[in-house]
């Protein structure tokens, strides 16, 4: 089983609101990702979580915020969000080991922001 | 600076053809090449990968070939179908940042009946 659930898979938020995503796996991988996706673009990386620490930020505006509450589950909390942030939100994740890079997507969240 | 360069941007192939796409890197430290295969409204699906210490491999229809020297890979689809169209992406990563994949910029495949 390869399979990455996120919910929800549609989201319309206005730049006030506070609103979350979610992932989860149950492959026992240790490393989760999200990434941003713009139409017509590939994935763009924004964190990674290994072994529940964050390991990479890409620079990524602090009105995300990535939380890993267990190894199986994944947040991004959003806040004051911009119209521009509107994308395709897509969760990752990997065995957390040199020479295992697979990475298995979930469906993705679509985000719009008005 | 692009790490993975990805072309052509769009593909039209009949149905029953040979769709190619091809991925050329700069990075001689990059130790894995995965192809992603992406339907519109659904996240990429890992569909076959490569590692340098070998030159080709297949999956059903679906082939990586390599060329270490070039710094070149690409992916073969054989008899290509209608349900092949899609966007694909090929990436490129190392053993000392296995966790950051570089992606090409993407192919539209148009698989025509």
């Known amino acids: 089983d390869t399979e990455v659930t996120q919910t929800p898979k549609h989201l319309v938020m206005g730049m006030t609101n506070k609103k979350s995503l979610k992932c989860e796996q149950h492959?026992?991988?240790?490393?989760m990702y999200w990434y941003k996706q713009k139409a017509k673009k590939p994935p763009e990386l924004m964190f990674v979580y290994s072994y529940e620490k964050l390991s990479i930020n890409e620079s990524v505006p602090s009105r995300f915020s990535p939380e890993c509450p267990n190894s199986s589950l994944l947040n991004l909390h959003l806040h004051a969000l911009q119209p521009e942030d509107s994308a395709l939100y897509l969760c990752a994740s990997s065995q957390a080991a040199s020479g295992r890079y697979e990475q298995y997507f979930g469906p993705g969240t679509r985000l719009t922001v008005t | 600076q692009q790490q993975v360069k990805q072309s052509p941007q769009s593909l039209i192939v009949q149905k029953g053809g040979i769709s190619i796409i091809n991925c050329a890197y700069e990075n001689t430290a990059f130790d894995y090449f995965p192809w992603y295969q992406q339907f519109p409204g659904k996240g990429p699906a890992l569909l076959i990968a490569i590692r340098p210490d070998v030159s080709e491999k297949k999956e059903g229809r679906f082939t990586i070939s390599f060329n270490k020297s070039a710094k070149q890979f690409s992916l073969h689809i054989m008899d290509s179908q209608p349900g092949d169209s899609a966007t694909y992406f090929c990436a490129a990563s190392s053993k000392d940042n296995f966790n950051k994949f570089y992606f090409g910029s993407g192919t539209k495949l148009n698989v025509k009946p």
């Open positions: 492959m026992g991988h240790r490393a």
